[in-house]
């Protein structure tokens, strides 16, 4: 008798190490975390148009048009100068507010980020 309970301990014991090893978990690993959003220069706009971020967030826009644009701050906030196609600029959010810009060179070309 006692030997049938040793075994079944020793079962146990290796049911809940091989368990505890596989890797398997009930919650799914967190994603990436970012604090980034993009937006896209192409065809002579901003896509999206509007993007709303927390405070503390920060955009990056990329130029996928075969021209340069800049991402200028419609009240000096922010001012990329002039990306060349295939560049980024990045600028990051501190306090919330309606931020509207345009492209200097494109001044048809509009967006706002709303932070929150």
Do not use: R
Request: glycine residues 8%; hydrophobic residues 35%; proline residues 6%.
């Amino acid at each position: 008798m006692k030997k049938l309970a040793l075994l079944l301990v020793i079962i146990s014991m290796v049911t809940v190490l091989i368990t505890g090893c596989s890797g398997y978990s009930s919650n799914p690993p967190p994603g990436p975390s970012s604090n980034t959003t993009s937006v896209v220069i192409s065809n002579f706009s901003f896509s999206p148009e509007t993007i709303t971020v927390k405070a503390g967030a920060s955009v990056t826009w990329t130029n996928n048009d075969s021209t340069t644009h800049t991402v200028t701050s419609d009240i000096g906030a922010f001012d990329s100068g002039h990306l060349s196609p295939g560049a980024t600029f990045n600028f990051t959010f501190a306090s919330s507010g309606n931020f509207t810009y345009h492209c200097a060179i494109h001044p048809t070309m509009k967006g706002t980020v709303i932070v929150e």
